[in-house]
């Protein structure tokens, strides 16, 4: 149940920024380019600091990080909620993705060392369902509430996950296994590589259009926060759909099989929205780009659940920390992209590529093969 709160927790807010940046800017008086700095600034630290938390089971019990970083993330939190301007606001922005990025490696490294291999998958689909369903409920939310509530909550979920881990949390030991920190030897696989270089691709391209996605409704629309965060919200809902079911999927059909429909499916998505003239459809054609995230998300999650326990830890902290790394990338990227050429040009570029991925991760990934020896 805590690690199920953690995952609630950390996710609350995430995906509500790319619908929020219109509103916080026009609460700071400043324009949305200023304040899109505030998606990747979370992603950019998630990505870097998330290398340091399976290293450090090694030498420090799970329950002690966790009191650390839950108490540093709510105390971020807060400190954003109450920020006086787009300064503060940037700084603790940065400073929540330092200590929010803990949570994911250290309860896949939990599930990969204390799980039966064929219970993975499935609680794999249900951490990451319970992530989606916190996500659905910020995003819902932030088309009527203040901003400033909306990162309240999380700070305030975390003060009851950081209660809970100190009373209740199990001590995991996984400080007596002999280890070496090995993220370059890991690397060196090609198997590994290969699955590395999906998470990073993947992530660019699906953040590169993700974080835009709230600034091209307003701009070419005009639409209300409302409307914009309804859009949003019906995406989160079929990805919580998705990913709650897609553990099972992946048992029956296979971890790359799955992630490959979930690229393909948000790949169709892209492409529509390139001759997209309503934007009335973008609420029936979203339900493409949540479920393809959510399928692709659990599949390639599943996969790395099933490494050999010798490289789990820094294969764990490597998927957080590329996927937000490459995220906040990816959506830096997309807005020079954006500034230069304009919406559809990242359009295209996300749709092809995107597809191309997805269409040959079969042969770029090939899970009949041991990833180690």
Not at 63 to 71: D, H, R, S
Request: net charge positive; aromatic share 16%; glycine share 8%.
């Amino acid at each position: 149940m805590i690690f199920c709160l953690m995952f609630f927790t950390v996710s609350f807010g995430v995906a509500a920024m790319a619908a929020l940046i219109p509103s916080i800017a026009s609460y700071f008086k400043i324009s949305t380019e200023a304040a899109l700095p505030l998606t990747w600034l979370y992603m950019l630290p998630y990505g870097i600091f998330a290398l340091i938390w399976a290293p450090l089971t090694r030498v420090i019990k799970l329950k002690k990080i966790l009191i650390f970083t839950t108490l540093g993330f709510c105390l971020a939190s807060l400190a954003f909620s109450l920020s006086a301007n787009i300064s503060q606001a940037l700084i603790f922005r940065f400073l929540m993705g330092c200590m929010g990025c803990s949570f994911v490696p250290l309860a896949l490294i939990t599930i990969g060392k204390a799980v039966p291999v064929n219970e993975k998958s499935r609680y794999i689909g249900i951490f990451f369902g319970l992530s989606y369903v916190s996500t659905f409920i910020s995003v819902f939310l932030s088309g009527f509430l203040p901003w400033r509530i909306i990162y309240l909550i999380p700070a305030l979920l975390a003060l009851l996950v950081l209660a809970l881990i100190a009373r209740h949390l199990d001590d995991f030991d996984f400080t007596k296994t002999r280890f070496k920190i090995s993220y370059l030897d890991t690397l060196k696989n090609k198997q590994a590589l290969s699955f590395f270089l999906v998470i990073m691709l993947g992530s660019l391209l699906y953040h590169s259009l993700q974080q835009r996605l709230g600034v091209y409704l307003s701009q070419t629309y005009s639409l209300t926060q409302v409307v914009i965060s309804s859009i949003f919200a019906v995406a989160m809902l079929s990805a919580m759909i998705f990913e709650f079911g897609g553990g099972a999927l992946c048992l029956r059909f296979g971890n790359i099989k799955i992630s490959r429909l979930g690229f393909i499916l948000m790949s169709v998505f892209a492409l529509f929205l390139i001759f997209l003239k309503d934007y009335q459809k973008v609420f029936f054609l979203i339900v493409f780009w949540g479920s393809g995230w959510a399928l692709t998300h659990v599949g390639l999650s599943s996969h790395l659940a099933h490494f050999p326990d010798k490289i789990l830890r820094d294969a764990s902290s490597l998927n957080s920390s590329l996927r937000f790394s490459f995220g906040g990338l990816g959506a830096f990227l997309g807005g020079v992209l954006v500034s230069f050429i304009g919406f559809k040009a990242l359009f295209v570029a996300v749709a092809l590529s995107i597809f191309f991925l997805g269409f040959y991760l079969n042969k770029i990934i090939d899970e009949r093969k041991e990833c180690y020896g």
